[in-house]
């Protein structure tokens, strides 16, 4: 019986051929040149893109751990130079290059980032006059920022000597080419400013090919220069040789000895100055000296000093006026003092409190007499209305009535008022109420009043 032939998944499949492929010595590790089409950067960060010459073309995929370190941003159309693996998409079964490095090819990968770099940097205004500062004409202390073995740091040494040698120059030394140069820089430009001594910064070293330069046009470096708040000379390389330090510096020296004339004024120029200063002060002051004098001349022999008296007759007179008016207005014053005192004395003696006291007392008395005769008025006038309401009431009393041959009848328990015969029975005691006294009555019959017809 034939043995049954294996059947594979198509996953199966797609993983096999990727080990097939992972494991080639040659597609683990190829470069590959050719023409960038499809490209997307996605938002994780990842770019995905084709590969293609005018025969073929290849799927790609870069992702963001190995294109962080692109010195170039990758465009549509753009030639480069791929390094990486070949390698299966085993969902789809699509076989893809997993690019790790690129470079531009025909133009070198350093000057494209240098452009690229400097067009981004420009958009962002790290290159506008407007926020470059000036140096100051006396600085205090100057910082250097370059390497401890080159001759950079020996000529702005010699120079600052040479030129200004009572500035204070503080060293620190960095790596100015290679891998870590370019934190180097930054730590210690960071470091000046922390430590604030530093006036003026020079930010450098000598000249050299483009990647030996290339750590004064990373961008960290950049914002390093942008972002110190002590102004910064660069001086990278010669006079021909331009980064993007340069650019983001407050000035720019085309040489380190450039960047040290410029830091510092030269002693020479400052003694030059300083004579002339003296020059024109002495020559200042002579001037002033000699208008002085002729100024002293023409007060000695003016006639004020001449004849001082005739100067003092004028301001005597005028002196002995003002006291004669001074005098006379006194008097006037002190005159319309005492009448305006007399008047006010007189108002107050009728104001004085015992006379005061004489009207009130006065006042209080013929008062107390009104009130006493409103009083009686009031009084009088109210017994006479009491007496007529009194007289109204007696006229009203049930006990005149009664006096008059009237009388009130009351029921056995004398709390109710008989006003019909109806209101008692036969037998009942009744209690009859006369001016003089009681009866106790009891009713034996009753009759009713007769009507006009003669019915009851």
Known sequence: MAEQPRIYSIKELNRYIRMKLESDKLLSDVWLRGEISNFTHHSSGHMYFTLKDKDSRLKCIMFSSHNQRLPF??????????????????????????????????LGSLYLAFEQLK??????????????????????????????????????????????????????????????????????????????????????RGGGSLEELWAFNEESVARAIAGSAIPVISAVGHETDYTIADFTADLRAATPTAAAELAVPHQAELRQQLIRLEQR??????SRLEQEKQRLDRIRRSPLFLHPRRYLLEPAERLDRLREQLVQRTMRRVSG??????????????????????????????????????????????????????????????????????????????????????????GDMVHVNLSDGKLECHVWSMKGAEDKDGRK
């Open 73 to 106: 941003i990758p465009k549509e159309g753009m030639k480069v130079m791929a390094r990486g693996n070949v390698s299966v998409y085993e969902r789809d079964g699509n076989y893809q290059f997993y690019a790790t490095q690129m470079q531009p090819d025909g």
């Open 337 to 426: 003092a005492g009448e305006r005192l007399g008047r006010t004395r007189a108002r107050l003696s009728g104001q004085h409190p015992g006379a005061q006291t004489v009207f009130a007392g006065k006042r209080l008395a013929a008062l107390q007499r009104q009130l006493e005769q409103s009083m009686t008025g009031i009084a009088r006038m109210r017994r006479v209305q009491l007496q007529g309401v009194i007289r109204g009431l007696d006229a009203l009393s049930p006990l005149k009535v009664m006096a008059r041959g009237y009388s009130l009848v009351y029921d056995e328990s004398q709390e109710r008022l008989i006003r019909s015969i109806t209101d008692v029975q036969p």
């Open 281 to 286: 002060l002495q020559q200042s002051l002579r």
């Open 119 to 204: 067009l981004k940097l420009e958009g962002e205004g790290l290159f506008e006059a407007s926020r470059k500062r000036t140096l100051p004409l006396y600085p205090r202390a100057i910082g250097v920022v370059t390497s401890s073995t080159g001759a950079a740091v020996r000529d702005i040494l010699i120079t600052l000597q040479r030129r200004y040698p009572v500035v204070p120059v503080l060293v620190v030394p960095v790596l100015v080419q290679g891998k870590g140069a370019a934190p180097s820089i930054v730590r210690a430009i960071e470091l000046l400013n922390r430590l604030g001594e530093a006036d003026v910064l020079i930010v450098g």
